[in-house]
T-cell receptor, first 112, second 116 residues
């Protein structure tokens, strides 16, 4: 069973701080990795995708991928209360049909 | 770009009736769409993969005769919950894969189903 693991949280950070969200995955051949944000009662929205080892930055968000360690993370700089949500890590499975394997999500709470 | 719509956003029905939910990719063609279900404070659960022009692939434990999926065009997939019961009450979310953007899936806004 291919798995994606995330700490459920809540991760509580003060406004303006850096929030660090982590994810590990079990399928060594995975090539595509995604971070989604889900507000309570809403559907997930894509934040970033990452395919290569290293860092990928987009505004206040930085995704980091280390395939050797099977680890992907998301950093949120200058955290805002509006960033408070559940963050879902997703990994494309090695099977067919391009389905994504989702972690259970980490709940982030940014307090003023 | 990459907008996915769902209709209806919310539906309340009586036990025993059937409910159809539509998922549309508005600005791209999606050969593959996915249907998820999410219970309160729980993680997403993939129900099935919908492929345009062929039968859907259901995840283990999901009854294909209860959750009928049709993907008749490159922009539309439908999920019909047949003979709905209160335990089917949930948040149903579709996503669509934009083949031009690799494996990225874009989610619709979801449909909240309540079965009385």
């Amino acid at each position: 069973q291919k798995e994606v693991e995330q700490n459920s949280g809540p991760l509580s950070v003060p406004e303006g701080a850096i929030a660090s969200l982590n994810c590990t995955y079990s399928d060594r051949v995975s090539q595509s990795f995604f971070w989604y944000r889900q507000y309570s009662g809403k559907s997930p929205e894509l934040i970033m995708s990452i395919y290569s080892n290293g860092d990928k930055e987009d505004g206040r968000f930085t995704a980091q991928l280390n395939k050797a360690s099977q680890y992907v993370s998301l950093l949120i700089r200058d955290s805002q209360p509006s960033d408070s949500a559940t963050y879902l890590c997703a990994v494309k499975g090695s099977g067919g049909y391009n389905k994504l394997i989702f972690g259970a999500g980490t709940r982030l709470a940014v307090h003023p | 770009g990459a907008v996915v719509s769902q209709h209806p956003s919310r539906v309340i029905c009586k036990s025993g009736t059937s409910v159809k939910i539509e998922c549309r990719s508005l600005d791209f063609q999606a050969t593959t769409m996915f249907w998820y279900r999410q219970f309160p404070k729980k993680s997403l659960m993939l129900m099935a993969t919908s492929n345009e022009g062929s039968k859907a692939t259901y995840e283990q434990g999901v009854e294909k005769d209860k959750f009928l999926i049709n993907h008749a065009s490159l922009t539309l997939s439908t999920l019909t919950v047949t003979s709905a019961h209160p335990e089917d009450s949930s948040f149903y979310i579709c996503s669509a894969r934009d083949g031009t953007m690799g494996d990225t899936q874009y989610f619709g806004p979801g449909t909240r189903l309540t079965v009385l």
